[in-house]
């Protein structure tokens, strides 16, 4: 008998007891208060009994469901990957060219201020809709004239291979919708399994060399600890103060803190990326400049209006600044300059404008080569000259406005071939947290902070872990000195032009670390600047280093947020 049918029979067996104990009680004018007392008891006891059978049944069925989830191997389900004679049949994969794209309610004429909403239907090869979803889908709303605008609209994925895409109406014109399938759902399979299953993609190596032994070996490190090694077999190098793992394979002869330089084993790692995918796997990866970027061409909506500059739904936008609300755009191009939707920002395209900013402020940029990115603009803009170079830590100082503009390079993880010392008393090497509590902040003190590039190739658990690290110090920085004006640069879109940029540098894995950074440090008093955007919709092809136009823009959101006043 099912769970259902006993349960129904249940409560007619009560219903049945209570009209029998009901009649009992008209039958019989003696005892009455007895026979009434008597139901009542028994309509208690089939209560509580029924409450107990329906808990114990619901507790049942949530602990059958989530075993069946915690059982279930990481691998793509038969009903979405689909084989024959165990090859992957690529004609019942999601193609971009077969969309299908409509307006939701068309209107002969749209106004600015408004929502549109594109429909999206994911068809295979083979020109049959998907049942499931999954595909990254990028989709962008622009006009070429006469003025040259774009904004990114966000998608919603229902799981059955339709989407919705949402634009926020900033600016006037004839606009046209282009869509772009960055993966299909089945590639962002693959992802999440090499994600998953491959704890290590980057393969470092470190020296270990004693120095009255003329012996050196090299050994395999990593960020993540190799459980396959008893713990007698490792070296750790962790710092738990600061939520910072590394470990490295103990060398055979060598001590462990005859640690040297370390680096990215290239040709190693190409050969392991090479064998995380069959050859027919790789085939769902094409490279992201052929992809057809408008589809179609004729999907295009009438906008009238005046553009939206200071103003949304009526309210003047917010300084930049901390903890600002969710918008449902970030902003927009429009012939080049980038209008922010979230805050009002300033333009400082002039050296007077950005010193005027910046005078008697101190400026520690910590991240990779993107947070280096707007350090070496300011830096030129201003017309400073840079002390250090390589991997050291950078700086340029204008002694007449008492302006400082500091670099440094993140620790490990990093892809950088040469040899580096990390554990040396005489290389400056340090996690961001670390530098943080170095830090004397105050009111005349910003730092930028910026990790993600070097992080996607690691598991998701170790950038979750350092950003923990960070935001304690954070935490600690501000207790001191509250006035610290702290900000954050997400990540952007890159480019995939080879199978092993896809394997560490993909959109997808860049994308998770903007969401977990929003959910770990969102609520601090700190400024993000989310630049996603920004490169979705931007008119260059997508880069890990945007260019200049690009950076400019980046520019006037971080003095924005520093000069909101």
């Known amino acids: 008998m099912s769970g259902s049918s006993a349960q129904a029979l249940f409560h007619q067996d009560v219903r049945t007891s209570l009209r029998r104990k009901v009649s009992e009680s008209h039958l019989s004018k003696m005892g009455r208060n007895t026979t009434l007392t008597t139901a009542v008891s028994v309509l208690l006891v089939f209560c509580l009994t ?5 808990y114990v049944q619901q507790f049942s069925t949530v602990n ?6 915690e059982s279930q191997p990481i691998r793509i389900s038969s009903s979405q990957w689909q084989f024959q004679n165990g090859s992957i049949d690529l004609e019942q994969i999601t193609k971009s060219e077969n969309f299908v794209i409509s307006v939701v309610n068309p209107r002969s004429m749209y106004r600015v201020g408004r929502q549109l909403s594109i429909k999206i239907v994911a068809m295979d090869t083979r020109g049959r809709p998907k049942s499931y979803g999954g595909d990254v889908i990028r989709v962008k709303l622009y006009t070429r004239s006469p003025v040259q605008a774009s904004t990114a609209g966000r998608v919603t994925d229902y799981g059955n291979g339709t989407y919705l895409a949402s634009f926020f109406l900033s600016f006037p014109g004839r606009l046209s919708v282009a869509v772009k399938l960055v993966h299909s759902s089945e590639a962002l399979q693959l992802l999440k399994r090499f994600r998953d299953v491959f704890h290590v993609r980057r393969i470092m190596v470190c020296r270990f060399h004693e120095k009255n032994k003329n012996f050196t070996e090299w050994m395999p490190c990593s960020n993540t600890f190799n459980k396959s090694i008893t713990l007698r077999d490792v070296c750790d190098f962790s710092r ?10 103990r060398p055979r002869v060598s001590h462990c803190d005859s640690i040297g330089g370390c680096h990215r084993d290239h040709e190693v790692t190409m050969a392991h990326y090479d064998n995380m995918a069959t050859e027919e796997e790789k085939r769902l990866f094409p490279r992201d400049r052929t992809l057809a970027e408008e589809l179609p061409r004729g999907v295009s909506v009438q906008v009238r209006g005046k553009r939206k500059v200071r103003k949304v739904h009526g309210k003047i936008l917010p300084p930049c600044g901390p903890r600002l609300p969710e918008t449902a755009s970030e902003g ?3 012939n080049g300059t980038w209008t922010s939707l979230r805050c009002y920002a300033r333009r400082f395209r002039t050296i007077p404008s950005a010193v005027q900013c910046l005078q008697n402020k101190t400026l520690f940029f910590r991240g990779d080569s993107t947070t280096r990115q707007w350090w070496r603009y300011l830096m030129i803009f201003l017309k400073l000259q840079q002390q250090g170079h390589g991997a050291e830590p950078l700086s340029a100082i204008d002694e007449k406005h008492d302006i400082k503009l500091q670099f440094s390079f993140h620790h490990f993880p990093r892809n950088q071939i040469p040899p580096m010392d990390p554990f040396g008393d005489h290389y400056d090497m340090h996690y961001i947290a670390e530098e943080i509590d170095g ?7 910003v730092i930028v902070i910026g990790p993600w590039a070097h992080f996607m190739a690691e598991p998701i658990e170790t950038f979750r872990s350092r950003l923990y690290g960070i935001r304690h110090a954070i935490e600690r920085l501000h207790n001191d000195y509250p006035e610290t004006k702290i900000i954050w640069r997400t990540p952007n879109t890159v480019h995939h032009d080879k199978f092993w940029h896809v394997v560490e540098n993909s959109d997808f894995y860049g ?12 609520d601090l008093n700190i400024a993000i600047i989310d630049v996603w955007e920004m490169s979705e919709s931007m008119w260059h092809d997508d880069d890990m280093h945007p260019p200049q136009e690009v950076i400019k823009n980046h520019i006037d959101l971080l003095l924005s947020y520093i000069c909101s006043s």
């Not at 059958?64 to 989830?69: F, G, N, S």
């Open 50 to 54: 029924g409450m107990m059978y329906m």
């Open 64 to 69: 059958v469901i989530r075993t069946e989830l």
């Open 240 to 249: 738990p103060s600061v939520n910072a793992t590394f470990y490295c394979q």
């Open 332 to 334: 927009y191009w429009f």
């Open 439 to 445: 830090i004397v902040g105050g009111p005349n003190v």
């Open 511 to 522: 994308h998770q670390l903007l969401l977990l950074v929003k959910e770990i440090l969102g």
